[in-house]
């Protein structure tokens, strides 16, 4: 069965404070495994998509990495506006169109100044 | 990015009552999904919509669910007779050419 697992659950860190989300996942053959930060009461807002083995992507503050087994989510040097749940989803192969996502718990990240 | 819109943003229904939730897509899209979270859960697939036909739907997406797009603009996400777990988030989102999803703000519904 299709699954992901995200830790640590929640993490607190000062502001400036570098440190990395996990995201790990099984999956019957990866398409693509996705990033995305949700704030209270609002929809997933995208950042990444990443697609094989040793992809490497980055925005601002974020960067994420991903191998045949997890992806990571580095935070460097995070500002209390990066406070937010940050979700990973993984996509299966599929013969046509676009599939479902599956989701993870996510990781609820405060930062404080 | 071009997203889509959600209406309303929140719903009070009674047990037992209809619900009509709609995506509006700011783009001619085709692929559009359904997802719920409920309240300090995961967000679930319920169903993905491709050129007017149902493409996928998970265990969640019983009888008690319909989807459509009446005047092929509009998307929406019927809930014949509501329970109080169906109480969630429900997101709309949807494919560009390049795989990624995206998602709208959502509708909150309550069922009381």
């Known amino acids: 069965e299709d699954q992901v697992t995200q830790s640590p659950e929640a993490l607190r860190l000062q502001e400036g404070e570098s440190s990395s989300l996990n995201c790990s996942y099984t999956v019957s053959g990866l398409r693509g495994l996705f990033w995305y930060r949700q704030d209270p009461g609002k929809g997933p807002e995208f950042l990444f998509t990443?697609?094989?083995a040793g992809e490497e992507k980055e925005k601002e503050r974020l960067k994420a990495t991903l191998t045949k087994k997890e992806s990571f989510l580095h935070i460097t040097a995070p500002k209390p506006e990066d406070s937010a749940t940050y979700l990973c989803?993984?996509?299966?192969?599929?013969?046509?169109?676009?599939?479902?996502?599956?989701f993870g718990a996510g990781t609820r990240l405060a930062v404080h100044p | 990015e071009p997203e889509v819109t959600q209406t309303p943003s929140h719903q009070v229904t009674q047990m037992g009552q209809e619900v009509i939730l709609r995506c509006v897509p700011i783009s001619n899209h085709l692929y559009f999904y359904w997802y719920r979270q409920i309240l300090g859960q995961k967000v679930e697939f319920l169903v993905s919509f491709y050129n007017n036909e149902i493409s996928e739907k998970s265990e969640i997406f019983d009888d008690q669910f319909s989807v459509e797009r009446p005047d092929g603009s509009n998307f929406t996400l019927k809930i014949r007779s509501t329970k109080l777990e169906d109480s969630a988030m429900y997101f709309c989102a949807r494919t560009t050419g390049f795989n990624e999803q995206f998602f709208g703000p959502g509708t909150r519904l309550t069922v009381l």
């Open positions: 989803a993984v996509q299966r192969t599929f013969s046509g169109g676009y599939n479902k996502l599956i």
């Open positions: 990443l697609y094989s």
